[in-house]
């Protein structure tokens, strides 16, 4: 059996304590590209919440008109969160690095996760979120999970046709 299977991640209320006591996050792995995920939850977080954003990929240098950083530790700050879009190989070595900075929570975005983290997040002191949606937690505590098309009414899977 995997640690991950016999992990169990904070609870709803535990999600939303983080997310209300957090102030500021960083995205590892922001993407410049519109069609990506990290892209959506950068532009969400950064109009429809009170968070200090920050960018962090080494190939980029802007993003939705901010400083993209190279690595978290040329952050001008410890962001609370560190929010997470790389491959789960990846996801140790950031971690390390986070809980070093300071950060108090680790969060891996939806379909992300690794079972290596949870006794390392634990040894070195940080929470950890792993496969959950930032953008959504966020949306579904603060009412909007209609944005974008969540929570539309539409019940069916078929597209509407245009009048």
């Known amino acids: 059996m995997s640690a991950e299977s016999n992990w169990e991640g904070p609870s709803a209320k535990d999600r939303l304590r983080i997310l209300q006591e957090s102030q500021s996050i960083a995205i590892v792995g922001a993407s410049n590209n519109k069609a ?64 070093k900075l300071g950060s108090k929570t680790f969060w891996l975005q939806l379909g992300i996760s690794n079972d290596d983290l949870p006794p390392l997040a634990e040894k070195l ?28 009414g539409v019940i069916s899977a078929k597209r509407a046709k245009a009048e």
């Open 36 to 99: 990506r995920a990290s892209y959506f939850v950068a532009s969400y977080l950064k109009t429809s919440s009170h968070y200090k954003v920050y960018f962090v990929n080494p190939m980029i240098d802007e993003l939705l008109g901010d400083p993209v950083y190279k690595s978290l530790a040329d952050l001008p700050e410890v962001p609370d969160i560190v929010d997470v879009f790389r491959k789960p190989s990846d996801t140790p070595a950031i971690l390390e690095e986070a809980a």
């Open 125 to 152: 002191g940080i929470q950890l979120v792993m496969n959950r949606c930032i953008k959504i937690e966020h949306a579904r505590f603060h009412g909007g999970l209609h944005l974008a098309g969540f929570d539309t």
